[in-house]
């Protein structure tokens, strides 16, 4: 049974931090791409930082130079550390799993940024 569980997530002032994680069970974790999307209601849910297989990363413009992506194949989890949180921030935020035609999701973290 696949499994991707986000932790994390949670109420932070505008500037603060918080790292997001993201814990896959029954995939092949070093062989998946995996990534960071958010949704807020009434909007479609936005990729925001992706991370390859091999390592390389992508990020969003809107959280270009703000967030890293990484990820540890020993612990099967990928993290997003998320940095000078803006208002606009706040979203559920979910992680995605890829390799091959199989794609999984976990069910989704909030993050809320106010003061």
């Known amino acids: 049974q696949v499994q991707l569980v986000e932790s994390g997530g949670g109420l932070v002032q505008p500037g603060g931090s918080l790292r997001l994680s993201c814990t896959a069970s029954?995939?092949?974790?070093?062989?998946?791409?995996m990534s960071w999307y958010r949704q807020v209601p009434g909007k479609q849910r936005e990729v925001v930082a992706f991370?390859?297989?091999?390592?390389?990363?992508t990020y969003a413009d809107s959280v270009k130079g703000r967030w890293t992506i990484s990820r540890d194949n020993a612990k099967n989890t990928v993290y997003l550390q998320m940095y000078s949180l803006k208002p606009e921030d706040t979203a559920v935020y979910y992680c995605?799993?890829?390799?091959?035609?199989?794609?999984?999701w976990g069910q989704g973290t909030q993050v809320t940024v106010s003061s």
């Open positions: 991370i390859a297989s091999a390592g390389t990363t």
């Open positions: 029954g995939i092949f974790f070093s062989a998946s791409h």
């Open positions: 995605k799993s890829r390799s091959g035609l199989n794609t999984y």
